[in-house]
């Protein structure tokens, strides 16, 4: 057999070839799709600006055991297209979004963010909170991954989440992690 | 000596179909082994990924190793017979000269044997090797499709 089947290896190289190509290339969508975290084990977090970082992925899913991954999106606010994206993304399948406070108050928050119970500087429209200030020190420590300008930061959970009391609660424990983070 | 015989084409087609029930079977167990790797993988599935990329390429391999050798093989072997089978017999006298090694006629591998017959030295093909003819001797030919199907010493004459 072994001669016969060199043979055939060599006349047959190329359905060889397609056989371990399409092994690997199936097997590996097979499995990436099955084990693929779901909606409750991921939070996805919306940054208006520039990452600098992305290794914060890994930090922040470490940081929550019922966690398997956290995604950042971002989009430059100066951009063209920021508020196309910001629509797109921020408020379709986000669960946290940073905002510059100018942004924040630029967008109709009703529509769009949940309403908080107050727990330290909230940022307010038209009376009602709709998200966290970042505190300074905060902000330094995120610093290291996130390309902060001059202006204050907010952070804000949109409606649509899943993970802000539908399927569970990481969104609110996820903002209220990224308000006290002070570790580099 | 008989060299080929109708039952010879039954046993043909039953060590084929045998071939292929092996291959079935092989092809449910492998099925049943990935199918377990995946649906028993953890998280970290990096083990389970590889091993199933293995036993995918195993069982690839043989697949095109199987249809394009051993089955395919076999399934011409067995077409073959069956139309040396159905020819019309011929018989004649032949003088056995030499083998010229073996030749491939449709994807089947024959031994060409060379004979004198009426004077003229013609190839007949034999689906077994080896067979133990004597040079200078003649014989009784019976050919199907140009293939030997029996043949007799006719005397221990040399020519």
Redesign the interface.
């Known amino acids: 057999m072994g001669a ?2 060199k043979a ?1 290896l060599r ?2 190289w190329l ?2 070839l397609i ?2 190509v ?3 290339a ?3 969508m ?2 990436g799709l ?2 693929a975290p779901r909606s409750d084990e991921k939070i996805e977090v919306f940054f208006a600006g520039t990452v600098k970082d992305r290794s914060f992925e890994k930090v922040a899913a470490g940081a929550f055991s019922e966690l ?1 991954k956290v995604e950042i999106a971002s989009a430059d606010p100066s951009a063209n297209t920021f508020a196309h994206k910001y629509e797109l993304v921020a408020f379709n399948g986000s669960d946290v979004v940073i905002l510059p406070e100018s942004v924040a108050q630029g967008t109709y928050c009703k529509d769009s963010y949940l309403e908080q119970e107050p727990c330290g500087e909230m940022f307010y429209q038209e009376g009602v909170a709709y998200g966290v200030y970042l505190p300074s020190a905060a902000k330094e420590a995120l610093g290291a991954y996130f390309d902060f300008g001059e202006e204050r930061y907010v952070v804000l959970i949109p409606g649509s989440s899943v993970n802000a009391g539908v399927l569970t609660d990481h969104a609110f424990a996820f903002e209220k992690w990224l308000v006290g983070y002070v570790q580099a | 000596m008989q060299v080929v015989e109708e039952k010879e084409l039954s046993a043909a087609s039953s060590r084929r179909k045998k071939l292929f029930a092996v291959y079935v079977a092989l092809a449910a167990a492998f099925l049943a082994a990935v199918l377990l790797l995946f649906f028993f993988s953890k998280h970290d599935y990096a083990p389970y990924l590889v091993g199933n990329v293995l036993l995918t390429m195993g069982f690839g391999f043989y697949s095109v190793y199987f249809f394009t050798v051993r089955y395919f093989d076999l399934r011409k072997y067995e077409k073959y017979l069956e139309r040396v089978l159905s020819a019309i017999p011929s018989k004649e006298y032949g003088v056995y000269l030499r083998s010229e090694g073996n030749v491939t006629k449709e994807g089947v591998v024959f031994e060409a044997l060379l004979f004198r017959i009426r004077g003229d030295e013609r190839q007949i093909c034999s689906f077994k090797q080896g067979l133990p003819l004597s040079q200078g001797e003649e014989y009784l030919l019976e050919s199907r499709a140009g293939v030997l199907v029996t043949y007799e010493v006719r005397d221990g004459r040399a020519l």
């Open positions: 016969r089947f055939s006349e047959e359905k060889y056989v371990a399409l092994s690997v199936l097997w590996s097979a499995f099955y084990h398997r």
